[in-house]
């Protein structure tokens, strides 16, 4: 049902990758449910497997597409590629208000929940898929928190 498209040069700062359904550009993050038909929760890659640029939804833009972050004017890349896949929640937010005392009073990023999907190949930025949470981390980055291990669900096909 989900699919990709991408404008721009991949690697540089006016890449874009955009979420649809059905042929139809999409919001992954405002038009995707939180949950599947089947119970499970809808994951949006934004950084596959095995891969060292470090993309991120962007949430003020329409559309919410995928960009590459930018660090110094340049696009930001890890020093290592990365072991998991990457993404966010559907139709979540965390709360920087809401502070955790036992984080330090580390609040939200103000962004969607964070995923590290740790089941899959490499997933395809952009795209959405079906998984199954097996625990909940807080994951702290410039003092704000937030973060859920998930694995696909056992029918995932690649």
Same mark, same amino acid.
Request: net charge negative; aromatic share 10%.
């Given at each position: 049902?989900y699919?990709?498209?991408?404008?721009?040069? %991949?690697?540089?700062?006016?890449?874009? /990758?955009? +979420?649809?359904?059905?042929?139809?550009?999409?919001?992954?993050?405002?038009? /995707?449910?939180?949950?599947?038909?089947?119970?499970?929760?809808?994951?949006?890659?934004?950084?596959?497997?095995?891969? +060292?640029?470090?993309?991120?939804?962007?949430?003020?833009?329409?559309?919410?597409?995928?960009?590459?972050?930018?660090?110094?004017?340049?696009?930001?890349?890890?020093?290592?590629?990365?072991?998991?896949?990457y993404?966010?929640?559907?139709?979540?937010? %965390?709360?920087?208000?809401?502070q955790?005392?036992?984080l330090?009073?580390?609040?939200?990023d103000?962004?969607?929940?964070?995923? /590290?999907?740790?089941?899959?190949?490499?997933? +395809?930025?952009?795209?959405?898929? %079906? /998984?199954?949470?097996?625990?909940?981390?807080?994951?702290?980055?410039?003092?704000?928190?937030?973060?859920?291990?998930?694995?696909?669900?056992?029918?995932?096909?690649?």
């Open positions: 049902m699919s990709t498209s991408a404008s721009g040069e %991949e690697g540089t700062l006016g890449y874009r /990758v955009f +979420t649809q359904a059905d042929g139809q550009a999409v919001s992954a993050w405002h038009d /995707v449910p939180l949950y599947t038909a089947d119970g499970y929760l809808n994951f949006m890659c934004e950084i596959p497997a095995n891969t +060292t640029a470090k993309f991120e939804l962007q949430t003020e833009e329409s559309g919410n597409p995928i960009a590459q972050d930018v660090k110094n004017g340049l696009p930001r890349n890890y020093a290592v590629p990365i072991m998991w896949n993404g966010m929640l559907p139709r979540t937010w %965390e709360d920087p208000d809401y955790i005392a036992a330090g009073g580390a609040g939200g103000n962004d969607p929940t964070d995923v /590290v999907e740790i089941g899959a190949p490499a997933c +395809t930025s952009g795209q959405v898929y %079906e /998984v199954k949470p097996i625990c909940a981390f807080a994951m702290l980055d410039d003092g704000t928190s937030g973060g859920l291990s998930m694995r696909c669900r056992p029918s995932y096909e690649p």
